[in-house]
């Protein structure tokens, strides 16, 4: 359990669970049995497929990664591989089942791509996270695919301001991914592992991670909605925080982990900035 728990990652169970809850929410759902139900589920069963998965198939990579030792991830003991993915397929199935008997087909397409995409990322054979731009592409829409779905559960459109957030969050996806990457070129390239910085580099990678920040922060001020407009603020935070690395070289990459445990603490902050506007904006409207 302690294993399962660690692989896991609980210290960011919070950043699928929270995406579906506020946008289901934001979006007029008021099924409180639906909301209680897929919010359990991207907060637990999803991260336990997402990164236990993840776990199982770098293993190699992992041995060589320094930063497998905490909050950031663990190695996970070879005997424990089977056991995770047959636990990811226990505590997954009955949220899959329901979520399929209770939605409607868009939904389902939503939920079902959402899906894929975890086990895309990293099983053998697919391995999207070893393809260039698709690994920062599907890693997003980890995180996107959630909020996406609490919308489209709704049947709210995904036009105006809604898509502009949407687009915003995508481009903020991709950003992280990429930034992550950097840190992980050494071990990545010693395991035989592609990803977007193994590729183009660690210079290239970080580039393209602060322009997304900054297309992110422009999404949301072309939204129009002022609350939404105020919340162009957290992709900026990011940018500060990332900029730093404009220059970072392949030799020097892995000082970006001091940038990645920073962005970990950052994901708080902009949640707990998000929620405020969110709270504020409903109070000034009702």
Known sequence: MTQLFATSRPFSWINTAYPF???YLLAGGRDWVFFTVLTVFFLIPYNLAMYGINDVFDYESDLRNPRKTGMEGIVLDRSMHRTTLVATVVTCTP???YTLAVTSWPARVVFLTSCFAVVAYSVVGLRFKERPFL??????YHFVSPAL???VAVGAPLTGVTGWVLAAFFAWGMASHAFGAIQDVHADREAGIGSIATVVGARVTARFTVMLYVVSAVCLLASGQGAVMVCAVVPLLYVASTVQYWSVDDAHATVTRRGWRRFMWLNLLSGFIITQVILVNAF???
């Open 284 to 286: 000034v409207v009702s």
């Open 21 to 23: 809850a506020a946008a």
């Open 135 to 140: 690994d920062s592409v599907t890693s997003s």
């Open 149 to 151: 779905f609490g919308v």
């Open 95 to 97: 949220f899959i089942v």
